[in-house]
């Protein structure tokens, strides 16, 4: 089911409080000046932890920050988490990236039978 759109009178869209949802989230986990930090030597640009506080609150009709876009890979790879990249996904697209989660460690599994199989048949 993809996520509904219509604008509120705020201006805001549901698909907003998923992002800031998860971006408080994931910078609960490491902290806002870390982040910050990590994410300034990334990009190449200052982004300060006050910048970080504004994307997780929730706006007003005055005010309405939204995280860059663009961001998004500089913050998954400060955090270690995908989490964010992943509110951007369609519903094809995380239907493919769950059966994708799903089938990897079978097919790890079956490639490390596969090649112990040929080992010990090379050593006959």
């Keep these: 089911m993809e996520t509904p759109t219509k604008q509120r009178k705020d201006g805001t869209v549901q698909a907003e409080d998923e992002v800031r949802r998860v971006l408080r989230a994931l910078i609960w986990r490491k902290g806002r000046p870390k982040i910050a930090q990590s994410m300034t030597e990334l ?15 929730n706006g007003n009709g005055k005010r309405q920050v939204r995280f860059p876009l663009a961001w998004t890979k500089a913050l998954g790879r ?6 964010l990249a992943k509110t951007q ?36």
Excluded: C, H, Y
């Design 43 to 57: 990009l190449g640009r200052t982004i300060t932890a006050s910048m970080l506080a504004d994307f997780t609150r």
């Design 89 to 124: 996904l369609s519903d094809s697209g995380r239907n493919a990236l769950a059966l994708g989660e799903l089938l990897l460690p079978w097919l790890l599994e079956r490639g490390a039978r596969e090649q112990s199989r040929r080992g010990s048949r090379k050593g006959r």
């Design 78 to 83: 400060t955090v270690g988490s995908d989490d």
